[in-house]
């Protein structure tokens, strides 16, 4: 017993796993009791056992498993948990308890799965018992088929699915076991019991025998419908209340409430599809062609066995149906067409929704085929229409039925009418809308008037149905002119009627009501449903009654939720029956004599035609009185208005009486009931008086009244019609304008605006001016309420014309048209129970469409045209193409009926040509917009292929088609597309591209619809499937779209669908649909559309308003509950609801119209004040955080919900980030016109953009960014300062920005920085901008230092905080940063601020390691920027400083290594001011900063700063005239102020403003002409030319390129600035002013000029190139030396460093190099050598020698040296005591390139007199006889031609040549063979490399040394610079040789050139040919430099180098030499051309 005790104390949930089975025992007894004590179905205690619960069902001893079983179902009938366990439990019990022999087991296995069932895991068990049908053990099955049946019995065909139980239940009926063919079968009962017949066509097939013992036990069922007897837990309240009503007697609601689940389950959906296309007949096609009637017989049989299948597979069925089609419409033999029409009814049937697409086609056919009498022909055609019929919808065939119904056939008239009664059957009153309702009642009401009666009656059957359907109410408006007896019969038929979903419809109206929504009464219910319209309607007395119980039910709504509108369109239609139309017969004179002078004086109408005008002025007084003091129903109007218009009437003399007159019939038209025949007495009068001067007023007035009383749609077009049959003009044009007017008071509903149309076009033919722009006013108000389809009637105007109208209708662009203020007093009533508006305020815009003129192509779509568009070739398939298109622009508007056309088109659409499914695309593009809202009908056929197209791999075909469904899309709205299965079915497909473009465009599309068709479910599942597809772009659409799927299906329905996923995907889904469940969008309400576009009256305006607080207070507390079914239908009509059972529409769209005009931001009186101090006083959190967490989000949200607008804040806080932009628009535009309410709510606004800094939506931050520089630019203007609040909880958010990794966002950040200044001290931003230096990011912490030296620059030493010393310590910290960019910013504010406070700077950053020192002190060096000497020189020089010094610093302290840092200081310098114009404005304030902030350290007078300030005030003095000579006057006057004026128009040289640039250019010029006057621009010369680069700058980029510009304002600008710029140049103490940086800029501008292309092209471009050549120069000459060899020696480096540069830039700095090399004798004096070496350091230092060698050009490296040597020539030994700048002389090699240099000039000089000797005796040799010379050669030659002596030979010439240069052995050559000539060439060649080899500089390799030689200022430099490295002694002949070889490289070899003279001539004389070739040498590197004429632009600097190289040469060479040289520089010139 030992081991038995052991167990025993083991806890419970041990005991259960314990492998004794009495311990397994033990421990289930013991869990079964823990389990029925547990009273909490969420305790803790159900999850340990969680794990153990399979093992309880399949325990391996069966006594133990039945206690297991026990204490299982107690779990899962208790456990919250217990779901989790469904899948294993469940699979348990079917292998391990159903084959149990023990009849409990069973028992209990059963009980556990039905537990499952019930707390709802349905389906999961349903999984498992079927997989349990497969098993082999026979007991298992029939158990899984017992527990099924058992389930369904219990619960229902609504929790038991039947689909897949009736798949297996043929198999399991040919079981061998009889066991289980008996539950079989049992099962097959219980499923008929709840389906019924649907049931039979699955079992058609079993055998015999098994189906007709089945029909027997079915006829046994009892009739009644059957009701579950178990409920899930959620309905478990549903059973209890339905117990009640059974033992109270009535289960009548009970019934109602199952009525519906009947027929549930629809037989169609159990069956399998079957293909049938391909079991056609291979000769189906031709058959169907034959001629014999029996061939086309066989054919049809064929196809009629295939679709008696009852459910087909979707495929392409348009050929099929194409032929069946032909058949029924052409095929002669009757027998034929019926079996034709049953054909269609079978495909129709099968295919269902599938059939839709070809339903348009058809369906005219069909109907005009009625014409037929056979019975049998005409019942075929009536089956197959109605089968069609139900495969479509009303809407879409509603245009070939209406088509159909004008035909002369009685028998198809009334065929067609039963077929219109028929279908009326199918609709409910939302899918009979008023608009299709409409057409259809005014062509059945020809019919009800017709001469058959056959044809009388079918219209009557017809309207009959439509009454039943829709009810009185919607009818009654089109039935308005019918007599009653016709009424009476429509009424008897409509009794008669019984409708397809009447049952239904009743049903779903008791089930409303069983669970009603709070607040709303039975009869609201019954009035508000949708659904329930049919039976409510023949009893209307709670739809009457409903509106009376509230009366105050309209105006609190104010009825914006009426959708659309009441006294709108409604109106016309409604008069009928709410406000009976007056009409009174015309009466005689006699009668209204009678009556008049019952109701006015005897007097007064004695009176009236008296001859003295005084007398009838007082008759009009008097009545007038009487008219007044009538009552309305008194009121004889007709009789009134004939006696005013009794002699003399209209035509009344008297101004006075005739305005009284005009009043009087206003006060009788308001007053009185008048009728149109009152109106038609008076109204010719009116219009002959409205161009009346004195009396047109009253003519107006007059003839509104009658508009209001007469209906203005009517007035109107009488008016109109009587105005244009007069000739009057004035008349004319102010009968439009009064129309004008009144269309806006009356709105536009019911005008008929084909009637206008063509009178405005007369007026538009005028002659009279004034007619015409009425007329062209009129238009522009129409276009209010019309739109741009208005413009179409006016397309053949003239285009003067079309341009006044387009111009008119601009104006109107974006207004939405006033709410009518007229017209609606009366008819108000009428409109308040409106309820199917939903789909009215469409129409107006529809209307407009069907006015046009539509064109019939049918015609032109030939059979041809077909044919070649299915073409095998492709171009004869584009010709068919261009053809349609051609065809389709012609006509302009089509009608929808387009013949074969779709078919030819859809097959293009798979083109394997993309160009013509492009072209295809474009058609269709065409044909939505020519067709307009009928294209609807060709959705299914040629919409949906479309979206195939969406799938193309290439990008541009999917764009095409996007655009093409969105154009569409835009005129048949959603509903199409989403009916049926055919958009779930493209969603299928497994292609990506599909997937992501149509997700993509669902997610665009559903947000804005109202409500979806139910098939919208079916793209569910494929939705499910592209959130895990493995392509990322599918998987994000398909996020995105979620949301949107959910707003219009419901989270539950979504939830319910991922019931069918695997377990790991439904975890994944259902987390994703929680997350979407958040952002789900509210459902745009009904009346969005109405109240967007208030058209016609739809709502009173004084109502709007009054209805948002109703809004509000709903919205808290009924939104959650609101049921979503509910609310559909409850949202669409706003009838006799009380307002809490009301869903409430999304705000945007509610109050859309009232709620966004007002203000955005509303001004809480102290209220930011109140928030500082609830911050302070820590009531509310302090806006700190690393991110903001919800707690933050949510006290903004409660902050601002009093100060900012209720729409703008729900777009704020939004979780789209679209809405966020959206806000951000708002804010903009509202930032101007609510400077307050910004100011106000700063702190709030500035707080919501930090949080939009977390966005990680870039396009939100880049708005955001742009609205604060909008923002603080506001600010600045008003002068605002930011408070500590505000900045505090903004700028440390905004400096993260700051290191943003993309360059727009830092740019903008920096420029918001920049202008933050303005409103907050830059002192107290130093230490937030400080703080972020301290950021892990390293961008971040490179564009804090850089903006803390931008600061320290703009305003002094006075921003660093705490103080100086402390924060330049934390700036040098960063000296050491990892980062290079970091490193380089940190030192170059430390630069910045020695430049401004010089060497206190070192004392202030403190100790620094070595490396850190040294790399400040080589910046500090390199920025070579003197600081003044003392700080009271550094306030005088400020001014000036601040206007250069954004651009200028830059370029000082950009060092070689950090050309980036630099382009940033650019772009820090330039941003903020894109524009010029703003540039001044800034450096103005810079400037004043500037003084300001220096007050404290510096002794700087205050009248100093007065003074400055007075200069703002003087501004507008300073503006010159154009006139050049009144300038000089200024500067007379202004002796203290000069410097200020100067400034002034320096700034303005850099405007945008091309004028005030040249005109502050040209008073500069007259300053700098007048030598006296030239002194004041001393100090001002940087600022000029920073100023002048900078406009140079932006006519390159910006006036260059603006194509609306005149460039010859541009050249002439251009002249401005280099004649200025000449002028400037000339005067030497003012060009020596300019400083490095400066210089170099402005060589960058000029010589970028130079190499603007586009200027070349201009007339004077060549004479601009020209003179800034001349400029250059004197640049080069007259400014300070070292300032532009420096500057000139960082642009070449800059220029090779930057890889956009290109090559020509870097040529032409080194020309100027070349010419700066020439002056260097005669200047080298007055140069700091010092820091030109610097230069030359750091040059070297970038560009090692290695480096240099890889450039393309050998310009570099020769320039240098070449500039090296002069120096070293000119200074000697001294040279090497000028490096001091430089600190670390090893960084580069220039220190050991000088010290060659030197050394080997030293050894030159001793051996000169030789060479001199030398020199001359070549010239001797010259002389000498040439015989001797002869001889020798022979000699040398022949020694060459043995074998032997050959390399004896060639040496030995190789020896003669270099001695005597210039031997001609071209004789020698000559006679010998072209081989041999090359042998000797090359074994020259051969020894030359040998013994050259020794002493050869590497870098020579490849690189000709000619350029050098041009550059040198001597020969005897080439020499030396090329000399030999050892200093060896090398003579002249060498380097020759050299030379000679080089140049063959280089392809100069003289061999090849014909025109150049022979080798030995060139060889003979040194110094000559080395120029001449140098040139030759420039000419082939610039070969690529345009044509030769630039060379003469660009090159000019050759000439001087010629002359320059030329006359420095050796005094040995003549001038003769140098004419030949210029004779064959032309020579080479003229060849190259």
Same mark, same amino acid.
């Given at each position: ?24 025992? *033990? ?104 997989? %349990? ?75 015999? !025998? ?330 209307? %007395? ?15 709504? %104010? ?98 009486? $005739? ?61 109109? *019609? ?63 309420? !019309? ?92 010709? %068919? ?92 709205? $959603? ?7 055919? +958009? ?42 592209? +959130? ?450 703003? $540039? ?119 006036? $260059? ?131 030109? +070496? ?286 030949? +040289? ?12």
């Amino acid at each position: 017993m030992g081991d038995d005790s052991e167990w025993v104390k083991l806890p419970v949930d041990q005991k259960c796993e314990h492998k004794l089975w009495k311990a397994r025992l *033990s421990g289930y007894e013991e869990a079964l009791k823990i389990f029925q004590k547990i009273k909490d179905e969420k305790s803790p205690e159900w999850s340990k056992f969680l794990g153990l619960i399979k093992k309880f069902v399949t325990d391996s001893n069966a006594v133990v498993q039945l206690k297991g079983l026990e204490a299982a179902l107690v779990y899962v009938e208790n456990a919250h948990v217990a779901g989790k366990t469904t899948g294993e439990v469940v699979s348990g019990v079917v292998s391990k308890v159903f084959n149990q022999p023990k009849a409990r087991a069973k028992e209990l296995g059963i009980e556990i799965c039905l537990m499952y069932i019930e707390i709802e895991k349905g389906e999961a068990v349903q999984e498992e018992l079927l997989k %349990g049908l497969d098993n082999k053990n026979p007991k298992i099955v029939v158990a899984c088929i017992e527990t099924l049946r058992k389930a369904l019995s219990e619960f229902g065909s609504k929790i038991i699915l039947l689909k897949p139980i009736i798949k297996v239940l043929p198999k399991l009926f040919e079981s061998r076991e009889k066991a289980v063919r008996d539950e079989a079968k049992l099962i097959a009962v219980e499923i008929y019991r709840w389906i019924r017949d649907a049931l039979r066509p699955p079992l058609q097939n079993i055998n015999s !025998v098994q189906l007709k013992e089945l029909e027997e036990e079915w006829v046994k069922l009892p009739t009644g419908a059957p009701k579950p007897s178990r409920f899930l837990r959620s309905q478990q309240e549903l059973e209890a209340k339905l117990e009640q009503q059974q033992s109270a007697g009535g289960d009548a609601e009970g019934g109602g409430d199952d009525g519906d689940e009947v027929p549930q389950i629809d037989a169609y959906e159990l069956l399998e599809a079957v293909e049938i296309l391909s079991k056609l007949p291979k000769d189906f096609y031709d058959k169907i062609e034959a001629k014999k009637w029996q061939e086309r017989k066989e054919a049809l049989e064929a196809v009629e066995v295939l679709v008696k299948n009852p459910k087909l597979e979707a495929g392409d069925y348009a050929d099929l149906v194409k032929a069946l089609k032909k058949v029924v419409g052409k095929d002669t033999n009757v027998m034929l067409v019926a079996l034709a029409a049953k054909c269609l009814t079978g495909l129709a049937v099968g295919l269902r929704k599938k059939f839709g697409q070809y339903a348009g086609h058809v369906v005219p056919t069909i109907l005009e085929k009625f014409k037929e009498k056979k019975p049998q022909v005409v019942q075929a055609l009536q089956e197959a229409i109605d089968a069609i019929f139900l495969t479509t919808t009303l809407q879409n065939i509603s245009e070939d039925v209406l088509a159909v119904m004008d035909n002369k056939n009685p028998t198809i008239k009334q065929q067609t009418s039963l077929f219109i009664a028929r279908s009326f059957r199918h609709c409910t009153a939302s899918t009979l809308p008023k608009s299709l309702l409409k057409p259809f009642c005014a062509a059945l009401l020809k019919h009800i008037n017709d001469s058959a009666p056959e044809v009388r009656d079918a219209a009557f059957e017809a309207l009959g149905t439509a009454l039943k359907v829709v009810g009185e109410k919607a009818v009654n408006p089109f039935l308005a002119d019918v007599d009653k007896l016709k009424l009476d019969k429509i009424k008897e038929c409509s009794e008669k009627v019984e409708l397809v979903h009447g049952k239904k419809a009743g049903a779903a109206a008791d089930k409303k009501e069983f669970k009603p929504v709070p607040g709303r009464s039975a009869a609201s219910g019954a009035a508000g449903d949708k659904d329930t319209k049919d039976i409510s309607a023949p009893k209307p %007395g709670p739809l009457k009654k409903a509106p009376a119980t509230k009366a105050g039910g309209p105006p609190k709504k %104010g009825k914006p939720a009426a959708s659309g509108g009441a006294g709108g369109i409604g109106t016309k239609n409604k008069k009928g029956v709410e406000t009976k139309e007056i009409v009174e017969p015309e009466l005689s004179i006699e009668v209204c004599e009678e009556k008049a002078s019952a109701v006015l004086p005897a007097t007064c109408i004695q009176l009236l035609d008296s001859s003295n005008w005084k007398e009838r002025l007082a008759c009009m007084e008097e009545f007038q009185k009487a008219v007044e003091l009538m009552d309305r129903t008194e009121m004889p109007c007709q009789a009134l208005v004939r006696m005013l218009a009794k002699k003399p009437g209209w035509k009344e003399t008297n101004f006075q009486v $005739m305005q009284m007159k005009l009043h009087i019939v206003a006060l009788i038209a308001q007053k009185g009931n008048f009728s149109k025949t009152s109106a038609q007495i008076v109204l010719d009068g009116l219009v002959d008086k409205i161009g009346d001067v004195k009396c047109g007023n009253n003519a107006k007035e007059a003839m509104t009244a009658i508009a209001e009383a007469c209906m203005l749609p009517w007035t109107a077009e009488q008016v109109m *019609s009587m105005a244009f049959s007069q000739k009057n003009p004035k008349n004319q044009s102010e009968t439009l304008n009064w129309l004008s007017n009144a269309i806006k008071e009356f709105g536009f509903s019911g005008l008929n605006v084909k009637a206008f149309i063509s009178n405005v076009k007369t007026a538009l033919a005028a002659t009279n001016p004034a007619v015409r722009t009425s007329a062209i006013t009129l238009l522009g108000v129409m276009y209010l309420y !019309v739109g741009p389809s208005l413009r179409m009637f006016f397309e053949d105007e003239k285009p003067a014309l079309l341009s006044q109208i387009d111009a008119e209708f601009e104006k109107m662009q974006g207004q939405s048209p006033p709410a009518p203020t007229r017209g609606i007093s009366k008819h108000s009533i009428s409109g308040t129970d409106e309820g199917e508006d939903g789909d009215e305020p469409d129409e107006v815009g529809n209307d407009v469409v069907d006015l046009l003129p539509r064109t019939e192509i049918s015609d032109k779509i030939t059979s041809e045209l077909v044919s070649k568009i299915g073409d095998k070739n492709w171009k004869i398939r584009k010709e %068919g193409l261009d053809e349609v298109a051609g065809i389709i622009n012609e006509a302009k508007f089509i009608q929808p009926n387009i013949g074969e056309l779709p078919t030819a088109l859809k097959g293009r659409l798979n083109d394997s040509n993309k160009i013509l499914v492009q072209q295809t695309l474009n058609i269709l593009q065409q044909l939505a917009v020519a067709m307009g809202p009928n294209i609807k009908q060709h959705v299914k056929n040629l919409g949906i292929p479309i979206i195939t197209v969406l799938g193309d791999s290439k990008n541009n075909v999917r764009t095409a088609a996007l655009a093409t469904v969105n154009a569409w899309a835009e005129q048949t709205g $959603m509903k199409e597309w989403l009916e049926g299965e055919d +958009l779930s079915e493209e969603l299928k497909k497994e292609n990506p591209f599909l997937r992501q473009e149509l997700l993509g465009w669902l997610a665009e599309k559903l947000p804005s619809l109202r409500s979806t068709p139910t098939d919208l479910i079916l793209c569910v599942p494929h939705l499910y499937s592209c +959130l895990e597809d493995r392509n990322g772009d599918v998987r994000k659409k398909a996020q995105d779209a979620l949301p949107f799927f959910m707003m219009h299906l419901g989270y539950e329905k979504m939830a319910k669908a991922t019931g069918k996923l695997k377990p790991t995907s439904k975890d994944q889904v259902l987390a994703m649909l929680e997350k979407a469940k958040a952002n789900m969008p509210a459902k745009p309400a009904a009346s969005a559309k109405a109240a967007s576009k208030p058209i016609g009256g739809s709502a009173p305006a004084k109502f709007q308003p009054a209805s948002a607080p109703v809004e509000d207070s709903v919205s808290s507390t009924v939104e959650p509950k609101t049921d979503p079914k509910k609310a559909k239908a409850l949202g669409v009509s706003s009838k006799a609801k009380s307002v809490q059972g009301k869903k409430v529409p999304s705000k945007t769209s509610l109050k859309e119209d009232e709620d966004k005009s007002g203000p955005i931001f509303i001004v809480v009186p102290n209220g930011k004040e109140q928030r500082m101090k609830d911050e302070k006083g820590l009531k509310v959190l302090k806006w700190n955080f690393t991110t903001p967490r919800d707690e933050y989000i949510e006290q903004l949200k409660t902050q601002m919900s009093s100060c900012v607008a209720k729409w703008l804040q729900d777009e704020m806080f939004h979780s789209d980030f679209q809405h966020h932009n959206k806000a951000l628009a708002v804010m903009v535009d509202h930032l101007e016109i609510e400077k307050e309410g910004v100011i106000g709510c700063l702190d709030l606004i500035l707080k919501w953009l930090t949080l939009r800094f977390f966005d990680t939506n870039t396009s939100v931050l880049m708005k955001a960014l742009e609205y604060l520089k909008l923002l603080f630019t506001l600010l600045s203007e008003e002068e605002y300062h930011l408070t500590e609040n505000e900045a505090s909880s903004f700028i440390p958010y905004l400096i993260l920005k700051v290191g943003e990794p993309k360059d727009v966002i830092r740019k903008d950040v920096r420029a918001i920085l920049n202008r933050m200044c303005l409103v907050y001290p830059a002192s107290k931003m130093f230490p937030f901008i400080m703080e972020g230096t301290k950021s892990k990011n390293s961008k971040q912490r490179a564009e804090c230092l850089e903006e803390l030296g931008c600061l320290v620059e703009s305003y002094g030493m006075n921003v660093c905080q705490p103080t100086p010393g402390k924060a330049l310590k934390e700036i040098a910290i960063h000296i050491g940063d990892r980062d290079n960019a970091v490193r380089n910013a940190a030192l170059n504010t430390i630069v910045t601020v020695y430049n401004v406070h010089g060497d206190q700077v070192f004392k202030l950053i403190g100790t620094l390691s070595e490396k850190d020192m040294s790399m400040l002190e080589e910046r500090i060096k390199r920025s070579a920027k003197r600081p003044s000497a003392a700080p009271i020189k550094q306030v005088e020089e400020r001014p000036q400083r601040t206007q250069s010094i954004n651009s200028n610093a830059n370029m000082l302290r950009k060092g070689p290594a950090e050309d980036m840092s630099s382009k940033l200081n650019q772009a820090r310098s330039m941003s903020g001011h894109p524009e010029a114009a703003q $540039m001044v404005r800034r450096e103005f304030q810079l400037d004043l900063d500037e003084i300001e902030n220096d007050n404290g350290t510096v002794r700087c007078e205050m009248p100093e700063l007065v003074q400055h300030k007075l200069d703002d005030i003087f501004e507008p003095v300073l503006i010159p005239e154009p006139k050049i000579r009144a300038v000089s006057p200024h500067f007379d006057d202004m002796h203290s102020n000069t410097a200020s004026t100067i400034n002034f128009i320096i700034s303005q040289v850099a405007s945008g403003d091309i004028n005030t640039s040249i005109q502050a250019l040209t008073q500069i010029d007259e300053v700098l002409r007048q030598e006296d006057k030239a002194e004041a621009m001393s100090g001002h010369i940087d600022q000029f030319l920073i100023a002048t680069f900078m406009q140079l700058r932006l006519i390159y980029n910006t006036h $260059m390129a603006d194509e609306k510009l005149e460039k010859d304002e541009i050249i002439k600008l251009y002249s401005c600035i280099i004649g200025n710029m000449i002028s400037l140049f000339q005067i030497e103490s003012l060009a020596r002013e300019a400083s490095t940086g400066v210089l170099k800029d402005l060589m960058h501008g000029l010589i970028t000029l130079m190499l603007d292309s586009r200027i070349e092209d201009l007339e004077e471009g060549q004479q601009v190139i020209r003179s800034v050549n001349l400029l250059v120069v004197k640049v080069l000459e007259k400014s300070d030396q070292t300032n532009i060899l420096s500057a000139l020696l960082v642009l070449l480096q800059d220029s090779l460093l930057a890889t956009a540069s290109s090559p020509k830039f870097s040529e032409l700095v080194m020309k100027c190099l070349w010419r700066m090399v020439r002056l260097l004798p005669d200047t080298i004096n007055s140069i700091n050598l010092d820091r030109i +070496l610097l230069d030359i350091h750091i040059f070297m230092k970038v560009f090692p020698k290695e480096k240099l060698k890889q450039c393309k050009s050998e310009f570099p490296i020769r320039t240098l040296k070449t500039l090296l040597h002069t120096l070293c020539k000119l200074k000697g030994p001294k040279i090497l005591d000028h490096l001091t700048m430089i600190d670390n002389k090893n960084e580069s090699e220039l220190e050991a390139h000088l010290c060659r240099m030197m050394k080997h000039s030293m050894d030159q000089t001793g051996s000169k007199s030789d060479k001199e000797t030398e020199k001359g005796a070549s010239r001797i040799d010259e002389k000498s006889s040439k015989a001797k010379v002869n001889d020798f050669l022979a000699e040398i030659f022949k020694k060459i031609g043995s074998k032997e002596n050959t390399k004896e030979g060639l040496a030995e010439l190789y020896e003669y040549k270099k001695k005597y240069s210039d031997a001609d052995i071209e004789p020698f050559l000559k006679n010998s063979s072209q081989f041999f000539q090359s042998y000797v060439e090359r074994g020259l060649r051969v020894i030359e490399m040998e013994r050259e080899g020794k002493g050869r500089i590497p870098t020579s390799t490849g690189i000709s040394p000619q350029t050098e030689v041009t550059c040198m200022s001597a020969p005897t430099s080439t020499v030396s610079s090329i000399g030999n490295t050892n200093g060896e002694e090398v003579g002249p002949s060498v380097y020759l040789e050299r030379l000679k070889i080089l140049r063959q490289r280089c392809g100069l070899d003289n061999t090849k050139q014909d025109d150049r003279p022979p080798l030995t001539s060139l060889l003979s004389k040194p110094a000559v040919p080395t120029v001449a070739s140098s040139t030759d040498m420039l000419h082939s590197k610039l070969s690529q430099l345009r044509e030769s004429r630039e060379q003469h632009q660009h090159l000019d600097l050759d000439p001087h180098q010629t002359h320059s190289s030329g006359s420095m040469a050796t005094s040995s060479s003549s001038t003769a030499n140098i004419d030949d +040289l210029k004779k064959r520089l032309e020579r080479i010139k003229s060849s190259r051309k």
